[in-house]
Structure formats: structure tokens, C-alpha cells
């Protein structure tokens, strides 16, 4: 595998589920993202890692929970959620966070649909 | 703050037609402007990017010129082919007071379709 994968790449899910979305990169990068993708709105960004330690968290609810154990996984944890939370999670990762501009991979997203 | 406002879509061209897709933004600081492009099934894709005012980027024979007086950066192309249909999103990274760049912040996407 090249570049950013995420599993799976689309889930469909109850308000009472719990599941969790993957995202791994094998770009050796030490910067990881993940964004939410609705339509008629702009790509909202979530979480930034940065070497394993979380830099940002863009005001989001608890019902969404990051996990990154090494600098090649991050995980989306989801549990309770609503319909509006229904969209496509894109990950990322570059080299570093900060400092100067390095470039963004993304993944091909999972496509989430919450009943 | 910053944010980037894009032209809605959709963009519906022949082949061969000439493209502008347009982009302006708002930034404190001094931001670095990008284009970024989305294939049906795909994550984003860098297309091209420009660091400071009155640079041009290019790629794949799409060009985009940072304008600081009018705060802009369209993104144009020639002659457009089938496969260039994806959603675009322009984008800018504004520098922190500290001198570190910025996250990135994303315009809507506009979405263009080339017939043959």
C-alpha cells in the first residue's frame, strides 16, 4: 500500500453504535489530520497531530473521538451520533504541522451515513 | 478572520473550452494560497499552490496568479479535457504572528463537468 488509506470507506451506522474509522499512512510523515466533508459546506478540519501529540481540536463534539498510537495511524472513534454527522471524514498527513507549509495527502475518505 | 469564497458550481464546459474557476480570499498575516482538486472517489490532490503576491502557480496546464491587491488567486486553464472533471477547492495557509504557517482553510469546491 502507497499514500493514505482509510477504512473502511463506507459505514453505515445507528445513533446508538459505536465504531471507529482507521486512517494509515506510508509517506513517513509525522503530521496527521482529519477533516469532515458535508455538502454545500467547506471542508471543516477536525483534529491535528503533530508527532503523536494532538495540536488542535477544532471545536468538536465528544461524540467524535481521536486516537493516533504512532505517527502512521490515526483513528476516529464514534459513538452517540446524529444524523447531521452524516458526511465523507477525510485524513491527511504531511511531514510536520507548523513551522513552514508541507504539503497535505489525503486519503480517499469514508463515506459515513448515521441513521 | 480568514476564510476563501469560491464561485458555485456547477461548471458544465465543452472539450477544448478555456476555464477560470474564481477564488478570493480574506487573510490576516501573509498567507500562501492553493488549489486543490478532488476526482470522483478521491481524496484531494495539491494542483498548485503560490507562497507570495504576484507569484504564479502551475500544473497540468492549469495556472493561478496570486493577486494581493485584489485578494485573489482564480484558477484558469486553456483547454479543458474530459478527465480534468473533479470538484476544485482553492485554499489558503495564513502565517501565525510566530512566523508558523497556519492550518489550512478551504473555499466550498466547485465542482466542474467537461462533455465531449
Known amino acids: 500500500e502507497t499514500g493514505v488509506t482509510q477504512t473502511p470507506r463506507h459505514l453505515v451506522m445507528g445513533m446508538t453504535n459505536k465504531k471507529s474509522l482507521k486512517c494509515e499512512q506510508h509517506?513517513?510523515?509525522?503530521?496527521m489530520y482529519w477533516y469532515k466533508q458535508s455538502a454545500k459546506k467547506p471542508l471543516e478540519l477536525m483534529f491535528v497531530?503533530?508527532?503523536?501529540?494532538?495540536?488542535e481540536n477544532n471545536s468538536v463534539p465528544s461524540r467524535f473521538s481521536p486516537e493516533c498510537p504512532n505517527s502512521s495511524h490515526l483513528f476516529l472513534h464514534l459513538h452517540t451520533l446524529q444524523p447531521e454527522d452524516s458526511a465523507l471524514y477525510l485524513c491527511?498527513?504531511?511531514?510536520?504541522?507548523?513551522?513552514?507549509?508541507?504539503?497535505?495527502?489525503f486519503g480517499p475518505g469514508t463515506r459515513l451515513t448515521v441513521l | 478572520g480568514n476564510s476563501v469564497t469560491q464561485m458555485e458550481g456547477p461548471v458544465t464546459l465543452s472539450e477544448e473550452a478555456f476555464l477560470t474557476i474564481n477564488c478570493t480570499y480574506t487573510?490576516?498575516?501573509?498567507?500562501?494560497l492553493f488549489w486543490y482538486v478532488q476526482y470522483p472517489g478521491e481524496g484531494l490532490q495539491l494542483l498548485l499552490k503560490?507562497?507570495?503576491?504576484?507569484d504564479k502557480g502551475s500544473n497540468k496546464g492549469f495556472e493561478a496568479t496570486y493577486r494581493k491587491e485584489t485578494t485573489s488567486f482564480h484558477l484558469e486553464k486553456g483547454s479543458v479535457q474530459v478527465s480534468d472533471s473533479a470538484v476544485y477547492f482553492c485554499?489558503?495557509?495564513?502565517?501565525?504572528?510566530?512566523?508558523?504557517?497556519?492550518?489550512?482553510?478551504f473555499g466550498k469546491g466547485t465542482k466542474l463537468s467537461v462533455k465531449p
Open positions: 497531530y503533530n508527532f503523536k501529540e494532538q495540536t
Open positions: 491527511a498527513s504531511s511531514q510536520d504541522a507548523g513551522g513552514g507549509f508541507a504539503e497535505q495527502f
Open positions: 487573510a490576516t498575516g501573509y498567507p500562501s
Open positions: 503560490a507562497t507570495k503576491a504576484d
Open positions: 485554499a489558503l495557509s495564513a502565517r501565525n504572528y510566530g512566523g508558523s504557517q497556519g492550518n489550512l482553510i
Open positions: 509517506l513517513g510523515h509525522n503530521a
